[in-house]
């Protein structure tokens, strides 16, 4: 009950909790840069992060186009500026809500996938097996994650982005009278390539984050089922607010000029 005692308390379990997170992201990312790699593993983990995850990215991108256009267009006939509607909603799409909603749709569903995989791994000491068999598991299990993660994120956000622009596109045209062609023109002049530049550079950051938490909670799970239920939930709440804060960080430096 004693309040400095619990104030101290719980300063001290955030910096146990901060070194080892460091020294977890230092190993991972050592043993991601070094070689052997096992291309094997690293193509199936693609596979299970990216392309299992397209519906849900498009689904989610699609909408939110659409819902944007719609806002945009409600918003802008307040002030006779309905024609902007195509920009706005490209630029919002490429430059944030492509790369955030992708790595929010894919930290829900391959953050915590990780995180449950490795924790059952960890609880049934098959993690402790790789050891006795000379194997790495830094190696074998977290680095391919990270790996596709980094890789495959970038190429989902592209998709997310084409397919949210396309959501904006048809409900402009469909249900708010756009002219396709005007659409399309006013989309192609309003994007530039630092635009979709920054929308990548997010994306890989992103999936790091995300294969990371996963990786880092599954392999520290303890406690049997109620364990690796816990690492799963800590990972996807952690990969979700380190992306939102990451996000504005990114933001702030690309665009600070």
Known sequence: MNPFALIGRTS?????????????????????????????????????????????????????????ALQIYIGGSRFNAESVVAQIVAIGIV??????????????????????????????????ALVTLSTDP??????????????????????ADTIGILGGFVVGTKSLGFNAGGYINNTVDIIQTGDVTSGL???????????FMGCFHGYNSRGGAQGVGRATTNAVV????????ANYLLTSLIFSS
């Open 12 to 68: 001290m379990d955030m910096a146990r909790e901060v070194g080892r997170i460091t020294l977890f992201l230092k190993d991972a990312v050592l043993h991601g840069l070094l070689p052997p790699y096992y291309p094997r593993l690293i193509l199936a983990q693609m596979m299970r992060i990216g392309y299992n995850s397209l519906p849900v990215v498009g689904l989610t991108a699609f909408f939110t186009g659409g819902v944007l």
């Open 95 to 128: 430059r944030e809500l492509g790369p955030v909603l992708a790595g929010l749709m894919v930290a829900g569903r391959v953050s915590a996938a990780i995180a449950a995989e490795m924790g059952t791994m960890r609880v049934t000491e098959q993690i402790d």
């Open 138 to 159: 830094f190696k074998y299990l977290v680095s391919p994650r990270i790996i596709a993660a980094v890789l495959t994120l970038p190429l989902l956000v592209m998709i």
């Open 201 to 211: 550079i997010k994306s890989a950051v992103f999936g790091f984050i995300i294969a």
């Open 238 to 245: 952690g990969a979700s607010i380190l992306i939102l804060a």
